[in-house]
């Protein structure tokens, strides 16, 4: 914990540009993939299916607008929409037979090819109206899936996911699940927190600093723009296919809503825009932050006898939502991943508090 | 396909068109002066009606005609706190955190005031009859007419507005902060008085909507609609509001009107969505909006 | 943010604090039964949500006080959904941990969402007035329990009536359906337009975009198709929107109906006089007279042990609640007949609630059987239209045009026997 800094120089420019580059860094990120891969067998199963997947899976996809909002700087208003493609066209492919695993990719796929498409159309546009044209690519998506009923699955508009097997594994129970969305959430970690020091990931970051700026030093901005938006509905559609087969079982339109859409947006930006790791801190705090406070909620109202009225009670929760939310950004506009390094920093010279820059 | 249903059609879309683009303006009036989307100007608007009712028939009893006004009044001091206590401390921060900040506002108003004041939808009479009024053939519902008529008169008053002294000043603080200041404005009273203002004329479209869809949460709805209104007619232009609130309302009652039967869904959203994808293509900064020059 | 120490230690103070927040309850004692009333008390249901948890927890406060049915006491576990699939989720693998029996999301895409997991968790849904129609054929669906007439019944009942009231024939008869354009608000329309077929009547279909708070584009199409009758089919908003439109219009509101979604309070909001002689669809009586709702009133809320405003008791959606908490309620007590010492399980409840027979709650609901095929309890309803006070009974219980909901039932069924599993 302290002292995390003594001893180490690093002597040769590779070593700085390490992702981790000090021990203590390398050895919390093992600990932390080995306590995620013993957690099924660790915690109780109430905590793995409703909480840990989730975050894993909302993670994934968030992480995917991530790369288009932080990296490239492009706003996203419709990005539950291309979760949905990518849900609805492996589902689709699932029940047709094709396998799980190309099924994923296939949904991918798809949720890039009409990603991409909406992302040219909105190339022309920046910010606010970008995200306007966005949205309007959600009523859009919403409104095929809704009004086809080959799509959504007949009247009753849901559509079960078929059993299947990942890579030999059935999947089904809790933990198979569990570790299908686990690896695909690794590797499109792994590959965010590489992406940055690509020369990809460079153009995207000039591009994001400004298009113009870009383009006078040789990067096209309409090329990377509309890869940025490629590789995220990828990642997008990725995310869908595992979100329907690991932890939905079961889709419908609801699901791929504005609602999602505008929940992603607040993750990022909670999180931190460009982030990793604050990806991890906004889901988790506005996937679980409402289901936290109903808790806390409930609870001290019944300990301390309360007897509030039944709506104040179920509405105060979403004020302290509200609330957090704000609180967050009035005290750190960066987001949690700016709080978190705040810390970090605090700690990594304690107690020589003059020696921070 | 009669002319008759056509232009009844037409007249209802206009009118309810104008009620969205007083829900618009009011966006553009802060978008004007500093610059953020307010996102939560729907929860305002949700926000003045359950004030409104607050006053008139579930709380103090008072009269609709003396209650509307007040709620303005309380209104403006809501939104000019707003502005205090949370705008002004993110003055400098990057635009898109300004703009999930109302985003929290957004959520944290809509769970403060139906928890407060009940989530059951409320009444909100205010006196205009539902009975059917004919001139000739044609069908106009009184409460669209009288809406619609308010909000032009209003968005026409904020046009005014924008050419008096005050509107100047506001111009001004919109071009450049800095230099307003420089030259003696005061930007944070601006901006507070601009935030104000757009709380009271959200708290008007609420009381309109309210009227006929009663007063619960779902009026903060009002957003996507005015948000995809005020882009269409470029976040910094009132006329640009106002004629994209007629342009998007014509839209969608024909839409509704024509295309409904043929695909045998709700296209309203859709054909809305199109025409401003199409627009943005064509103009980029709304209808109205002024091209932003970008330095390098 | 510049860190200091004092805010390190304030923060480290709010987390040692929250981190002792216990979150778990502890298991009940025994013989209980735990329901789980997981609903959306914040966002698309509100405007049934809480006076239909009103009602349900006033009527298990009602049995609890006289000493529990069949030897058990039920404990109720109220929480908020807010009508989000990941928050359900997280609600639902709580309540299975710590016990519950049976869960009412009251909320149609939860409902939907949950069906795969209840079925094989073995856990009760109940999807009174939500959820999917076809759940009403049990041999496809054993843990999910609509208990109630579902929206192709309703839509059955309603055309039934007309027919009734237009001298046994809709010959040529034009019928209005306005609908919000979900797949909740399209649920009725092959219904509708079988009936169409049937009974040779014109059968008109507008979807309005939800939420539904702009219709005017809607209701002058409506007026000039001179419809002989005319229904609209929404939630919330919705539905005041339309009957507030479909009285500007100058419709004969004795003509206008709904489903089961209408209350007293959307009367209120579009006001009480001018909506005279409107229809909806009746699945229990509603008002202080049955006998429930008066025990309820000396027993729970004189003694100040409701759960809420007293004037919300006996309105139709506090009614509702107290009907489907009273089926449940004599699901146990049947279970309890079956197996007197449990073990309290899922299907041991499944078993008892299976086996109601021409249960009618004191008179205040139809007489309901549900059978392991039929989970829909014979699709009994009754119309009754809005006198500018309340709602007035204008027919018997009755069911009708059961063979053709039942068709559409076992179509959908089966093909989610072939692919669901």
Known sequence: MFFRRAGISHTRYRDERQIWPLPIDRYTV????????????????????????????????????????????????????????????????????????LAMIGGGLAAAAIGSIFGAVAMRVKGLYLAMATLAMQYIVDFVIIQFPAISGGTQASLPVPPTSFLGFPVEGDRVPYYVALVICGIVTLFMLNVRRTAFGRALAAVREKDYAAAIIGVDPFRFKLLAFWVSSFIGGLTGAVLSVCYYRTIAPEQFHLDLSIQLVAMVIVGGLGSVLGVFFGVALILFAPILLNQAVALLADQFGMNLPMDLRAHLPLMLYGGLIMGFLLIEPLGLAKIRNNIRNYFLVWPFRHSRQ | MDVILLLELAVNGIFVGLMYALVAAGMVLIYKTSGIANLAQGALAMTGAYVVVMLASAGLGLPIWAAVPLAMVVMFAVGAGIERLALRRMIGQPVIMVIMLTLGLEIFLRGLLPGVFGASVKRLDIGIPNAPLFLGELLVSRAILIGGGVSLALILLSILLFNSRFGIIMRAVSDNQTASWSVGIRVERAIAVAWGLSAAMATTSGVLWGATQGVDWSLSLLLIKALAIAILGG?????????????????????????????????????????????????????????HIERV | MALTRRTMLTGAAVAALASHLPVRVAFGQDRTVRFAFMQDFTRIYTFVTSEYSQGQRDYITLVNGRGGVGGYTIVADISDHANDQPRAIEAYERAKAQGAVLIDPL???????????????????????????????????????????????????????????????????????????????????????????????????????????????????????????????????????????????????????????????????????????????????????????????????????????????????????????????????????????????????????????????????????????????????????????????????????????????????????????
């Open chain 1, 30 to 101: 093992f600990l932390i993939a080995a306590l995620l891969l013993a957690a099924p067998f660790l915690i109780d199963r109430l905590y793995v299916v409703s909480y840990l997947l989730p975050l894993i899976i909302w993670s994934t996809a968030a992480l995917g607008l991530n790369l288009l909002m932080g990296g490239a700087g492009q706003i996203h208003l419709g990005y539950g929409a291309v979760i949905g493609i990518g849900a609805y066209s492996s589902v689709h492919m699932l029940r047709a037979g094709v396998p799980f695993e």
């Open chain 2, 235 to 291: 976040l910094d232009s009132i006329v640009g509001v106002l004629i994209a609130g007629v342009v998007v309302g014509l839209a969608e009652s024909m839409a509704t009107g024509i295309l409904d039967p043929i695909v045998g869904g709700g296209t309203r959203d859709v054909v809305a969505s199109v025409i401003i994808v199409v627009t943005l293509l064509v103009r980029p900064h709304g209808l109205f909006g002024r091209e």
């Open chain 3, 107 to 421: 909320s149609t895409p939860v409902a939907r969402a949950l069906v795969p997991r209840a079925l094989e968790d073995q856990i009760n849904m109940i999807t009174a007035f939500s959820g999917r129609s076809d759940a009403a054929d049990g041999t496809a669906f054993p843990y999910v329990l609509p208990l109630t007439p579902n929206y192709w019944t309703q839509a059955g009942l309603l055309i039934d009536y007309f027919k009734q009231q237009d001298g046994g024939s809709l010959q040529d008869k034009t019928i209005c359906f306005v609908h919000i354009d979900t797949p909740f608000g399209k649920e009725p329309l092959p219904i509708l337009e079988k009936l169409a077929a049937k009974e040779g009547f014109k059968f008109l279909a507008f979807p309005y975009t939800p939420p539904g708070n702009d219709q005017s584009a809607i209701w002058p199409q409506v007026r000039r198709a001179r419809p002989d009758w005319t229904v609209f089919w929404g939630a919330a908003v919705g539905q005041t929107v339309a009957l507030t439109e479909a009285v500007r219009n100058g419709l004969d509101m004795s003509r206008v109906s709904s489903s089961v979604w209408l209350s007293e309070s959307d009367m209120e909001v579009v006001g009480k006089d001018q909506t005279v002689g409107v229809m909806k669809v009746e699945p229990c009586v509603s008002g202080h007279e049955p006998k429930i709702i008066q025990d309820i009133l000396t027993e729970v809320v004189a003694a100040g042990k409701g759960a809420g405003p007293q004037d919300k008791v006996g309105t139709s959606y506090y009614n509702y609640g107290v009907m489907l908490a009273a089926l449940m309620v004599e699901g146990v007590r049947r279970a309890a007949e079956i197996a007197p010492d449990g073990p309290v399980t899922g299907p041991w409840l499944n078993a008892g609630l299976r086996s109601i027979t021409a249960f009618d709650a004191e008179g205040m609901i139809p007489p309901t059987t549900i059978t392991p095929e039929d989970h829909q309890g014979g699709g009994y309803g009754r119309i009754a239209r809005w006198d500018g006070e309340k709602f007035v009974p204008q027919t018997d219980w009755f069911s009708a045009n059961q063979d053709i909901v039942w068709q559409e039932i076992r179509k959908y069924s089966e093909e989610f026997k072939k692919n669901g599993k």
